[in-house]
């Protein structure tokens, strides 16, 4: 089913490959970018780009109020983004959520990483030492994803349909079968930028994965 969706984040590697492959299956976006000359232009001419800022109210607003009723967003902490004791992405997600609770969009998704604990999880011993990996060494990253998940997950399920799609290490591979699971049931440690979209497009018709933090890895 076309869908007109608003993708955050869409200048991302992994926003780039969701683009073009919602484009090619037809759906209309809006997308949201601090700088657009970082669109491809085979992409840029397809799409409604706004520009502004995260902490845009009227930027975010214009964005999501012109016409999509889904959302996909990319956001996530970016090595010298964040400062210590700085949460932008989530102080973002706290003018973006209520901002898609007003215009009544049915259908989000969220990404995070496995950094964040879903009470679903069953933690492997390689999944667990990613974890306090990322806590030691990115901290601020560990923080930030701690921080703007359960903003996301104190949604009502049932008004926005939401999905926390959490990923492991994302590599430039051809897309591919995927595995979908909660932490600690034998999702792998990799994931080809391409499948995730592929996987993302799926998931949003079917929507297997509303209201819950499923890992997502390559099969």
């Known amino acids: 089913m076309?869908?007109?969706?608003?993708?955050?984040?869409?200048?991302?590697?992994?926003?780039?490959?969701?683009?073009?492959?919602?484009?090619?299956?037809?759906h209309t976006l809006t997308v949201f970018v601090r700088n657009a000359s970082k669109l491809p232009a085979e992409i840029a001419n397809d799409v409604?780009?706004?520009?502004?800022?995260l902490t845009d109210v009227a930027a975010l607003e214009e964005a999501v109020q012109g016409g999509a009723t889904t959302c996909?967003?990319?956001?996530?902490?970016?090595?010298?983004?964040?400062?210590?004791?700085?949460?932008?992405i989530a102080d973002a997600y706290k003018i973006l959520l209520p901002l898609l609770q007003k215009h009544n969009y049915s259908r989000n998704m969220f990404v995070s990483t496995a950094s964040y604990r879903a009470p679903q999880d069953v933690f492997s011993f390689l999944y667990s030492l990613m974890i306090w990996s990322v806590y030691l060494f990115f901290n601020f990253a560990y923080i930030e994803i701690n921080t703007m998940t359960p903003l996301i997950t104190a949604l009502p399920v049932a008004e926005m349909n939401w999905t926390v799609f959490r990923v492991p290490m994302l590599?430039?591979?051809?897309?591919?079968?995927?595995?979908?699971?909660?932490?600690?049931?034998?999702?792998?440690?990799?994931?080809?930028?391409?499948?995730?979209?592929?996987?993302?497009?799926?998931?949003m018709e079917e929507g297997k994965w509303i209201g819950k933090c499923p890992a997502v890895s390559n099969a």
């Open 2 to 26: 076309p869908r007109h969706i608003l993708v955050l984040g869409s200048t991302s590697p992994t926003g780039i490959d969701f683009c073009r492959a919602a484009l090619s299956d037809g």
């Open 171 to 203: 590599k430039d591979g051809p897309s591919g079968p995927v595995k979908a699971e909660f932490v600690g049931k034998g999702v792998g440690m990799s994931l080809d930028r391409k499948a995730l979209a592929d996987w993302l497009l799926k998931e």
């Open 72 to 88: 996909v967003s990319f956001l996530g902490p970016t090595i010298g983004q964040s400062k210590k004791g700085q949460t932008p």
């Open 48 to 53: 409604t780009t706004i520009t502004g800022q």
